[in-house]
Each structure stands twice: as structure tokens, then as C-alpha cells.
């Protein structure tokens, strides 16, 4: 898909087809439909992330909470946006065996107590043997770091999303 073709799109068609670029969080998408036309990849990208650092501390954190815990209860209840299912399964998480997985789902509820939103990270820049050493680096992290932290994290995802939609080296991107 190239930039012609999103700038093309009407707002309903441009809503799903970017809707979860932020997982769950379609509203995002809706508000940077109106700032077309976008120049390139590039800049499309950057309006969804402006709009994430515009937030108050409030949205921002309303957004980490639309992120379904890494091997948590959506995924055993197979209730995961596609998106979502694709990473964690190719990271392995989907396939964790049942010490892992309670490892997992002990200190996913540490973080979340200590910060107050889910632990986020980008499934596919890492893998299940990574995942809970890097949960327990970050719950010792200082709130307002963590916070900058896990919304990079859903940079990172955001970006490899729209890179697999616009059929584009992410690297590039
Ligand atoms: N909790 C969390 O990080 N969830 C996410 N990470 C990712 O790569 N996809 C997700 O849904």
C-alpha cells in the first residue's frame, strides 16, 4: 500500500484499516485521519506518535491499559486482537509451559500493582526466554521513567504494525 492510497482513504476505511495500530486504541487513528494528506510513511507515523506524547499522563497510561498481558488471561481465553496473537506467538509466548507461564503471570501482577497499568513490551524484538528478566529489570524502575519506558515500547509495536500494513522495511521506516 503507498502513501497515495492512505490518503485516499475515507475515515471509515482508514479506521480499520489503522485501528489497532495502537492496540485497542482506535481513537487514535481516528484523530490522525484528519490530518491527511501524510507525506510519506514516515510522516504518518509521526502523527500517531505526536498525538500519544500530547496526552496527559491520565491517556497515556489509559493506553497502556488497552495492552492485554504478555502469555496472560486473553490469551489463554483466545481473546486477543489479531495483531496481538501474531506477536506474542512469535515470540513463543503462546506455547509457554505451565511453570513459565505462572513465572510470568506472578510478575506481571507485581508490575501492575507497583505502576498501576500492564507491563508492555514488543513481543517481537524479543522472546520467551527474554521476557522475564526484562520484567524484572523494569520493576525496578522509577514511575515516570517507567511510564516513558512502556510507551516507547508501544512505538515499537505501533511501528512494526504500520510498517507490516504499508508492506515497508521497518527498519526503513
Ligand atoms: N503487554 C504487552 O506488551 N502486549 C503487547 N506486546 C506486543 O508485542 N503485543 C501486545 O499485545
Not at 506518535?49 to 506524547?53: L, S, T
Given at each position: 500500500m503507498n502513501i497515495e492510497k492512505v490518503n485516499s482513504m475515507d475515515f471509515g476505511e482508514f479506521v480499520d484499516v489503522f485501528g489497532n495500530v495502537i492496540e485497542r486504541c482506535p481513537l487514535i487513528a481516528a484523530a490522525v485521519w484528519s490530518q491527511r494528506p501524510f507525506s510519506d510513511l514516515e510522516d504518518l507515523e509521526k502523527h500517531f506518535?505526536?498525538?500519544?506524547?500530547a496526552l496527559p499522563q491520565s491517556g497515556q497510561e489509559g493506553i497502556l491499559r488497552c495492552h492485554p498481558d504478555l502469555a496472560g488471561r486473553e490469551q489463554q481465553r483466545g481473546t486477543l486482537s489479531a495483531e496481538s496473537q501474531r506477536e506474542q506467538s512469535g515470540a513463543g509466548l503462546t506455547s509457554l509451559g505451565a511453570d513459565e507461564r505462572q513465572q510470568l503471570a506472578k510478575l506481571n501482577a507485581q508490575y501492575r500493582a507497583r505502576f498501576g497499568f500492564p507491563f508492555v513490551l514488543a513481543a517481537r524484538l524479543s522472546?520467551?526466554?527474554?521476557?522475564?528478566?526484562?520484567?524484572?529489570?523494569?520493576?525496578?524502575?522509577?514511575?515516570?521513567?517507567?511510564?516513558?519506558t512502556a510507551l516507547g515500547e508501544v512505538k515499537k509495536i505501533?511501528?512494526?504494525?504500520?510498517?507490516?500494513?504499508?508492506?515497508?522495511?521497518?527498519?526503513?521506516?
Open positions: 506518535f505526536a498525538f500519544i506524547d522472546d520467551r526466554a527474554a521476557v522475564p528478566g526484562e520484567l524484572e529489570r523494569r520493576l525496578h524502575s522509577q514511575p515516570a521513567q517507567e511510564l516513558r505501533g511501528h512494526l504494525r504500520l510498517a507490516d500494513l504499508l508492506d515497508a522495511d521497518s527498519s526503513r521506516l
